[in-house]
């Protein structure tokens, strides 16, 4: 069965510089979220969006945006990059309107590591 | 907020002995779900329990919730040395974010 796919998988950048990480939700899945996992954290709650408009916001800083587009795919842009900003970004994807309880099927992940 | 609490934070425990986790949440939740995490991999769902749900079984795995002490269990029977591996409780409200718990990370020696 077709996964949530994140690409680039594994992403080397420069303090101050700027990423953006993808992901491809599972087909027909409509809503889009995504996590930040620094080592040995726990996940936490960046940004979702359904029907590519905002839907929830947690604790994603102003250096980040993110937005999904007509096909549902998702991209998380990262700019003035920090040395914290080193983690394990997750996307996760599910079937449905907001406020009701459907499954989070994440992705892989995408490793970003700042120097 | 929120916030989802696991514990014991490690576990280890023999292969065929049970493994059971426990996790805590603050707040009325929607549901909550049980992932697991190899090293530096991907989270798998496991399973997802309702509010209005009390147990709930899938394959070696069991679930238990109890909504007035906030807090659920995820019993791990026969375990495997594949079963190593960390496990996170993550809440809902009736919000679609989760929030995560620290996760348990559990050893199962051969």
């Known amino acids: 069965a077709a996964g949530v796919i994140q690409s680039p998988r594994h992403l080397i950048k420069e303090k101050r510089e700027t990423a953006t990480l993808k992901c491809y939700p599972i087909?027909?899945?409509?809503?889009v979220y995504w996590y930040q996992q620094g080592p040995g954290q726990d996940p936490q709650f960046l940004i979702s969006?359904?029907?590519?408009?905002?839907?929830d916001k947690g604790s994603i800083p102003d250096r980040f945006s993110a937005q999904q587009f007509s096909d549902y795919h998702s991209e998380l842009n990262m700019s003035s990059l920090e040395l914290g900003d080193s983690a394990l970004y997750f996307c996760?994807?599910?079937?449905?309107?907001?406020?009701?309880?459907?499954?989070?099927?994440f992705g892989p992940g995408t490793r970003l590591t700042v120097t | 907020s929120q916030q989802g609490e696991e514990d014991p934070q490690a576990l280890s425990i023999q292969e065929g002995e049970n493994a059971t986790m426990n996790c805590s949440y603050k707040?009325?939740?929607?549901?909550l779900q049980w992932y697991r995490q190899n090293s530096g991999r991907g989270l798998v769902h496991l399973i997802l329990?309702?509010?209005?749900?009390r147990e709930k079984h899938s394959g070696r795995l069991r679930v238990t919730l109890d909504t007035s002490k906030k807090s659920s269990s995820l019993l791990i029977t026969a375990s495997r040395a594949a079963d190593t591996a960390s496990y996170f409780c993550?809440?809902?409200?009736?919000?679609?974010?989760?929030?995560f718990g620290p996760g348990t990370r559990l050893s199962v020696l051969p």
């Open positions: 087909p027909r899945h409509d809503t």
């Open positions: 329990i309702r509010s209005n749900e």
């Open positions: 969006f359904y029907e590519k408009m905002q839907s």
């Open positions: 707040t009325s939740i929607n549901n």
């Open positions: 996760a994807s599910s079937y449905g309107t907001p406020r009701r309880s459907y499954e989070q099927y």
């Open positions: 993550a809440s809902s409200d009736y919000g679609q974010n989760f929030v």
